[in-house]
Each structure stands twice: as C-alpha cells, then as structure tokens.
C-alpha cells in the first residue's frame, strides 16, 4: 500500500510540474482579476494582451522549429530586424505592392538564411557559435542597406537619394499589425507548426534528431536534409515576424526586432515541458508567450512602475523554468 | 601485511516494487581475486554499489573486520579503502584535463585546503609514481584523458583508485569493452596490486571463461540473492557456472537450424573506408544465409558494417544487390536500398529514447505510415503492436518511452524498427552486448526467423563462440581485412583466433 500511496503523490506532483507554465497563467489571471478585476478582464484588454504577445509567439515558433531538431538561433531576431527592412523599403521606396513587399522580405531572408545553413551544415560550426557570429554581420548588412537610418515614410532612398515611391502607408499594410489580423496570423502561424511537427513524418524525424542526432541518422533519416529544412521553416517564421514589428510600428527602425530574441527563447523554454511533451513545441510555446505577455499587462495595470517591471517578468519566468526543471534530475 | 575481511550481514534494498537485494550475506578479504557473476537485474552492480558508499538507504548492516561501518556515501567508503572502478569509464573521467590530474583528481579535491596553488611537478610526479605501482609505462601523464583509447582510459581510473588508500578495488565488467590484448594486460595489473600491494578485487563480468582464468573464488548471484560462492578449481566448467546463474541447466549452443539458401543476392568488392579501418574487404552472400564477421575489439568490424550503411564514407570498392551496383553516401540511402545495421551502441545509437515505443517501431519506414506526409497514427500503433506481440518486447504499453525498457527490450526494438522496414540485407554489430543469456536466445531466434523469410544477415561480433552456433560462414577480420573465410560447420573457435590475431599461414588442426 504504502509504494502505491507515495506513487500517487508522485503521480500529482508530476502533473503539477508538467502543468506548471498553465497553471502559473491560470494564477496570473486570478490574482490580477481579483486586483483589478472589471478593468483586467474587459474584452478590450484581452485583446491588448493578445497584441501584445503575437510578436514574441512568431518569433518563439521560429525558434520552436530551431530547437526541436537540438539547433540554436542567436540570429533569429538580427535578421529579423533585415527582413523588416526588406519589407518597408520594398513598400515605399520601391513601390512594389504588398503582397509582392511580402513575397520580396520571405525571399530576400530565405536566402539569407543559406548563409546560416552554410555554417552550420558545411561548415560543422556549432550553431550557437556560428549564429553568435552572424548577429553581427546580420546588423551590419541591414544597416549598410537602409544607409543606418530608419525606413519610414518621407526618408529618401539612402545610397540614391532618389525620392521614395510611396510617401503613405496604405491602410492594408496597418492592418498586419492591428486586430485582429496581427493575432490570426499568430494563431495561423502557431497552427501551422503544431501540425506539421506533430502530424507530419517530417516533424516527427525533427524531434527524433532532437532526442538522439546519432541515431535518428543510423535509422535513415537525412539528417543534413532535414536540419535545412527546419532552417528554410524557421526563416519563413523569421520573415513573418519581422513583417508584424514593421506594419505594427508603421516604419522599420534600425533594430526594430532585435530585443524580441530573448522573450521568444523564454516562451520556447517556458513552454517546453508543458503537458509533459520535454521537448520545444509550437502549443507550449503560445503558453509561455502567453505567460510573459499577461504578466506584463498585469502587473502594468496594478501600476507597477515600468522601469522595474522586467525584474518581477524575470523573476516569475525563473519560477516556471523551476518547476518545469524540478522533475528533471530524478529520471 | 594484515589480511582485512569485508563483510555484509542481512543487507537488503528495496527500491519501489521491487526487492532489489534480500539479505545478503557476501564476504571478501584482501590479497584474493574474487569474481561476482550473475544474469543481468540479478544485483551485482546493486550490491557493489551499496559497498562504495552509493546506495544509502541499505538495511542490514556492513562490516569490516568485524566491526559495523556506515556506508552511507561515497566517500565514506573511499576512506575506509573501498574504491570502485564503474563500467562507464567516461562518467568517471574529466576528458579534457591531462592524466595527472585525472589520476591526482580526489587528492586535489579533498586534501588541498589551504594550499590554493597548484605544485605542477608534483602532481605530475605523483602521479607517475602511481602509474609506476602499477607498472603502466604507456601512458603519459600530460596527455589529455581524450585523446587515450578506452583501456588506458580504465587505467587511469584504477591509477586513481589505488592512489588513495586501497584494501578493495570493485572493477564493475571491466573487460566488456576491452580486446583481448588489452584484456591481458588488465589481468596482468590485477595480479600485480594482489601481489604487490595486498588488495583485494572483486571482479564482475559477463564473460565465464575470463572469471575462470584469473579468480580464485566465484560468488553467484540470482534475483537479489547469494546462490554460492565456490572455489575455482581446474574442475571448474562455465557450464556449471551458467547453471548456477540461471538456475537450471542450460544448452550451451544454441540448436542449429538449417534455413534452405537461395541464390547469391549481395556482394562487397574490396570496400575500403571506415576512417581507414577498413581496408579492401570482399564478401558475397545467399538469399536466408547467416555470415558472421569475427575479429578481434580493433579489427574494423563495427567500421565495416557502418561503411556499408553508409555511416562512414566509403573510400574505395563497391556494393552490389541484386546485381545493382550501390551508390551509398548516407544512411538514408542504405536504407532506400534496404539495407538494415543494428549497431553496437544501442542506447546512443539504435533506439530514440526519449520516444515511446509506437515511434521507434516504426521510425526507419515512417513514410509507409503515411497519408501525404502525414502520419496516420492507428497505423503505426497497429505496426507496434504486431512487433510488440511477434518480439515478446516486454512493454506495459505501446506508448512507453524507449528509456524505460530494459536492454534485452530495447534491442529488441531497434531490431523490430527495421522488420517493419522490410529491408534485404541485415547487418547487426555486436547485438548481444549486455544482454543475458534468456534474451540472448530470443535474439537469435530473431535472427533466424529473418534469415527463414529470405535476407541474408551479416553478424559482427567478437563472441566466437555465438558466431559458431549461428552463422553459416564465417569470415575472419584482421586489421582492416578478411584474413579468411571459414565455413562455421568446419571449423573451431581456435582456428577463428587463429587468424583473428593475424594468422596468415593455414591453420593447422592440432
């Protein structure tokens, strides 16, 4: 009796460790209801918090579909910040419409992410290495191409100092970044990489070079192949978000997505344990943005002073990376 | 010198479900060589670990010339002069700092207070001397732990066991990894710390034949409990030895059975690769025949097998199936030729461990399972399920994952993975490592059952005595090359050592 008792108590505890990011969201949301109940949970503060978190949950996908065959992107958010360059000089300096800015950015950052496969694949550099390298070639190059100033409208084209071709933002390009369209495409993009790592055999012989690189390759898989694919997926992910940053603010400012690198891998990490899953996964990664996202509106809410709230974000992201590695070293 | 006596009285261990131990009695004195044997979960490694201090939650009591110790860690233990060497040499070893300091490593972490700079000379010095008891001249001690090969490797380790106070070294399947010359010379170091230095060793291993060559007694374990410990005498047989482990009488050689061959379907013209451990080997095969490849630990077999899967490049020679001639730079090539290799390493390697069963199963045939690339799910459970029941893999359910099954389980997975690929040729590297004796006939049935429906199976292994009782031919690898084909029904396990230490004159029948 007494083994089957102490298996039962084990049995909670592990549910609550593998539920540990939902439940920490479930808590956010009563304590701040409780707070500040009418004003927290209005319909239009709901939809604040989904703006909010729609960003780092595109960026969190990408590197969702990094890491689950064990890669690494220190540069996601560096090209990023190219990729919204791309899109708003295509727009305005050169008058493509905009779908064809659209197409031109996904373009423009998939073959920029060759370079990345290059040396990561052909080169054998560790990723995080050869990733920490490119961040600053990626800053750079964005840089050297919109002549170190934002792209916005009224700026000449730098480099020319031709007149831009568009002088106004139309109203559709806004609407990427405004609701609802900016959260269909989060919750289209966090759909899309749910299915195809769960339900697709190419998903699944990602997670399996996750789990063991060695013997996913000995039992056929192409592991080469398929670590280019997860790339070519992460850049299209890398395009879209940076598109997000540059119609939510209108303009492409120099840098615009390079602080979003860190939240998104948050959200990744947060999000890797939930419902017991252990590795990084599109559903838990909406959570762990998700978390991050509703803390901070929150605890802005209850007027916390902005400048300290990055340490309470901190320190609450700290406690869900806790519980979901508590379990770990038991196994 | 003053003979100690290391004793347990009624130790028990129960982990969750299971009684891991039961009151053992088991003793052990300085100065002799003492072998412990038993099938694999019969609780060798779990009573030596309650020795060394790594099992705290023992009941029943431990005592060393007579009087009650605490074993209730580690480094209890090391103080009173128990010192373990574990199988997994690599968990043990800091790969990237020099010998010295892997062989001085406990003396720098425990004896150095106060003193915060580090005496190069001396440790290095020390550290010879160490080498020096043991009569180790090979290795040098600024070179970095890496860059040794896997017996010097235990070398060190048992350097830094004897470092510190030493009664009794435990040396858990010391040799499992080891050739037989490195073989030898482990012996030869054991001998000498019983002579030179008094300790006593306990010894596990898997391989009877090595226990009857160098133990003076051996203790026989079986479900967590002592079944006896007798004396090695030239009577001594591993036929009793296995009887004892298992509890009943054992047929030594597996039957034989006769599978009817085909015709002549695969061929390997003078491949040449494995990182330049395989230099021209040429073999043919039948349709349902068994070879088998001998050879020493070194001899290139493992190269040779991955070479033709593709896992090295292949610098030199062709493959040819069917009378197609192979292109094969990846794995995944050799397998859209169906070509199947369980390796060696099948935790690191052959299964996903971290996904459940239902996966693994059906992982090398994924697109088989599949609508439009995407997995139909009742599909590959079914597949699980057929193999689950046809292997006898012992699983609670289909979605376990991998890690948790034992290892006669686990290779039966990573065999089963490549049955639902349906491939020609089957190349398994070594698959009964580790695995005990009942398992063991469960695998080779398999293997037979394959060889029945038709494929031709390529057996690596440096167990010559399995490679006789399974294969049909056999041929000898030496250094990169076949040194001779021999067919299994003619020939003797002598004849295979013959030319597996690089016999190149026929062998004469003694």
Redesign the interface.
Known sequence: MQTLEKNSTQKVLHFLLDWAAVIALVLCFVVFTALKGSFFMSPGNMVNILLAMSITTVFGIAATVTMAPDGFDMSACTLASCSAYVFVSMYLWYGLSLFMSIVMCIVVTLIMYQLTMFLILVCKIPDMLATCALMFVHQGLGQWYIGGGAVSTGMRVPHTGAAPARTALSEAFSNIGRSPYIIIIMLACVLAAFIFLNYTKHGRFLYAMGGNKQAAKLSGINVKKYRYLAGMITAVFIAIGGIMVAARGSSAQVGCCDNYLMQALAAVFVGRSVGGAEKPNALGTLVGAMLVSTLENGLTICAVPYYILPAVKGAVLALALMAAYAGKKEQ | MDQITLETRKVSIEF??VKALSDVDFQVSTGEIRALVGANGAGKSTLMKVLAGANPSYQGEVLLNGEVVELRDPSAAKKLGIQIVYQEVDTALIPTLSVAENVMLNDTVMNTRGRPVINWSKMRQEAREVLGRLNIKNINARTLVQDLSLAQKQMVLIARAIQSQCSFLILDEPTAPLSDTETVELFRIVRHLRDTENIGVIFISHRIHEIIQICHQYTVMRNGEIVGTRDVTAETTSKEIVEMMLGRTFEENFPKEQVKLGEEFFEVKDLAGGDGKVNGVSIHMKRGEIIGIAGLVGAGKSEFCKTL?G?YKQTGGEIILNGKRLKIK???D???ERIA?V?EERR????????DVS?NLS??S??KF?VA???NKAKTDANARKYVEQLGIKTPSIRQWVRNLSGGNQQKVAVG?WLA?DCDVYIFDEPTKGVDVGAKQDIFRLIYDIAKAGNGVIYASCENSELLSITDRVYVMYDGRIMAELVTADTSEDEIMHYSVGGTTAYVKA
């Open positions: 969750p479900g899967f896992g990846t794995p995944s050799a397998v859209r290799l390796p690191k390697e052959g299964v996903l461990v971290n996904e996966f992982a090398a994924l697109g599949c690339s995407f997995v993975k690929a």
